[in-house]
């Protein structure tokens, strides 16, 4: 079962169901996922070497909601991340907007998750800077989520950090000597501060009724790549896998999630329209970034980087090589001998075609 299945046959009563709720953002996923694959005026060409078969393919949509797209990017930036790893300890610090709030991102949501990545970052820049034991430049990579495992809107940023920072008088690494970075109720409550201002600055109006405590998780987490193979499981492969959607019996929409604080595999059931809405609500406006590097992590800092490795080096630190980062190679094996084929490119189909919109009310495309 899959979810663009759902989408196409149950389009119309989505639409009449939410009405107004619909954002240009979320219209453009849904013509990109239901012209994925299908009614494309380009074709990928694939010819095998063995057997002189050739083949065209419909052109996926990449967007980045798209449960069929997006396993390479996925592949691509983990193996980016894996080449700025340093060999220290991490730690992951997750800043999460409380339920209180949660209602602008439904109407601003570019404006509060942009102030969410600044704040954010200003909070963890400036306990590095204070801090006795860093007191230079820390570096982390932030990715946002949007859902919890139950798929309801719950905004938070996770962020991954290595255990150190450089001081550039000095230039000198300096390591955390501990399992402990900085204290969270005290993250919490710089974050809900500045964060109250920002909005407030933004004119983005406040419900009336605000918690006092707010929640920041701050973790040791060991090395690095665990903590970024956790990140990159959400991260480009849409919000719901089709393999989760488990039946669909009167309307009814059946998936199945793994419940953090029980470590069991539970199901959640809600009529076809709501399911969908479920989904959508978390496409986020075009070219909002929802992964960012800060600091020493900062593509430009690639150099820093190398040279942080080798003060490690020479204090005894054992070094893992670095792997040449290349992007992922699509492959199709043939249909005739299973060998696989090579791209030949992209071309445009000679036959007449006639490109369908999907029947969405003021479709933006």
Request: glycine share 4%; net charge positive.
């Amino acid at each position: 079962m899959k979810f663009i299945e759902l989408l196409r046959d149950h389009l119309d009563t989505f639409n009449q169901a939410y009405d107004g709720h619909i954002t240009s953002s979320m219209r453009q996923a849904i013509f990109a996922m239901l012209n994925c694959r299908s009614n494309t005026e380009r074709t990928s060409q694939w010819a095998c070497q063995d057997c002189a078969h050739t083949a065209d393919f419909p052109l996926s949509c990449g967007h980045r909601s798209c449960p069929q797209c997006q396993h390479n990017t996925t592949e691509d930036w983990l193996n980016k991340q894996q080449a700025k790893l340093l060999p220290v300890e991490y730690y992951m610090v997750t800043f999460t907007l409380p339920y209180e709030l949660r209602s602008i991102t439904k109407h601003q949501p570019e404006l509060m998750y942009q102030a969410m990545f600044s704040v954010a970052a200003s909070v963890l820049k400036d306990f590095a800077k204070n801090a006795k034991q860093l007191g230079g430049e820390m570096g982390f990579t932030g990715v946002l989520h949007t859902h919890n495992r139950r798929r309801d809107l719950h905004p938070h940023i996770h962020f991954i950090i290595p255990a150190g920072s450089f001081d550039k008088h000095k230039k000198q690494w300096k390591k955390n000597k501990d399992k402990y970075l900085f204290n969270a109720f005290n993250l919490a409550t710089v974050w809900r501060a500045r964060l109250l201002v920002q909005l407030a600055k933004l004119n983005l109006k406040q419900p009336a009724s605000i918690p006092k405590k707010w929640v920041v998780d701050c973790q040791h987490v060991g090395k690095g790549l665990p903590a970024l193979k956790y990140l990159s499981r959400y991260l480009y492969r849409g919000v719901l896998p089709d393999k989760n959607i488990v039946s669909n019996i009167d309307g009814q929409i059946s998936f199945e999630y793994q419940n953090s604080q029980t470590n069991t595999t539970e199901i959640r059931t809600l009529p076809v329209t709501q399911f969908l809405w479920l989904v959508l609500q978390h496409v986020l406006p075009k070219g909002l970034r929802r992964v960012r590097d800060y600091g020493l992590l900062r593509g430009s800092a690639a150099k820093l980087r190398q040279r942080i490795r080798l003060m490690l080096a020479v204090a005894g630190t054992v070094l893992t090589p670095l792997e040449n980062t290349t992007k992922t190679q699509a492959i199709r094996p043939c249909p005739c001998c299973r060998q696989p084929m090579i791209f030949m490119g992209v071309h445009t189909r000679l036959t007449s075609f006639l490109r369908q919109k999907p029947t969405t009310p003021n479709a933006t495309v």
